[in-house]
Antibody
Framework: QVQLQESGPGLVKPSETLSLTCTVS??????????WGWIRQPPGKGLEWIGT???????YFNPSLKSRLTISRDTSKNQFSLKLASVTAADTAVYYC????????????WGQGALVTVSS | QSALTQPASVSGSPGQSITISCTGT?????????VSWYQQYPGKAPKLMIY???KRPSGVSIRFSASKSGNTASLTISGLQAEDEADYYC??????????FGGGTKLTVL
């Protein structure tokens, strides 16, 4: 069974860079039939797709976040990572890492979520 | 990209059927058979209930079904049970190779 686990700081200062890593177990991020991505949910609000990476290195980003966003993968560690630069309070959210089916037809495995608060 | 449109809330009594709509555009729901539905309990990660418009992952109850017509997708829950009370989100692939979600619908079982 594929499992995902987010890790990283739970508190980030405004204007700094938010960094999270997702460790995948029970499956390989080298699987060419799936994508790996990040989705966030501000407190009390809905889901927002952040971006997605494929084993080949192809990236797909939310246009509203693209200028601040980096998503990378480390196949040797079976991990993928998120960096979001120049954060503000509006970036405070629960961040989920997830596995996405081809063509983003469904997100079938989710991490438990990591709350990241942007505050000085 | 604009979020897909879902009703903020729906309700139903145990045993009844309810339908949640998800309206997009010809650039997302209307053009691709890559619509998904998620169930989320408070404080928990979403769970995939439907993928590729109408396919159920293994382990999801057959009481959950979905379809699409034009720019609108729909999730139907039949034989409503107390445990179905949760938030439901739809998602769709888009013409610019992104994923967009709906605003979410709170289902109340009366």
């Amino acid at each position: 069974q594929v499992q995902l686990q987010e890790s990283g700081p739970g508190l980030v200062k405004p204007s700094e860079t938010l960094s999270l890593t997702c460790t995948v177990s029970g499956g390989s991020i080298s699987n060419t039939n799936v994508y790996w991505g990040w989705i966030r949910q501000p407190p009390g609000k809905g889901l927002e797709w952040i971006g997605t990476v494929h084993f080949t290195g192809s990236n797909y980003f939310n246009p509203s976040l693209k200028s601040r966003l980096t998503i990378s993968r480390d196949t040797s560690k079976n991990q993928f990572s998120l960096k979001l630069a120049s954060v503000t309070a509006a970036d405070t959210a629960v961040y989920y890492c997830a596995r996405l089916l081809l063509w983003f037809g469904g997100t079938d495995h989710w991490g438990q979520g990591a709350l990241v608060t942007v505050s000085s | 990209q604009s979020a897909l449109t879902q009703p903020a809330s729906v309700s139903g009594s145990p045993g009844q059927s309810i339908t949640i709509s998800c309206t997009g555009t010809s650039s997302d729901v209307g053009s691709y058979n890559y619509v998904s539905w998620y169930q989320q309990y408070p404080g928990k990660a979403p769970k995939l209930m439907i993928y590729d418009v109408s396919k159920r992952p293994s382990g999801v109850s057959i009481r959950f079904s979905a379809s699409k017509s034009g720019n609108t997708a729909s999730l139907t829950i039949s034989g409503l049970q107390a445990e179905d009370e949760a938030d439901y989100y739809c998602g769709s692939y888009t013409a610019i190779s992104t994923l967009v979600f709906g605003g979410g619908t709170k289902l109340t079982v009366l």
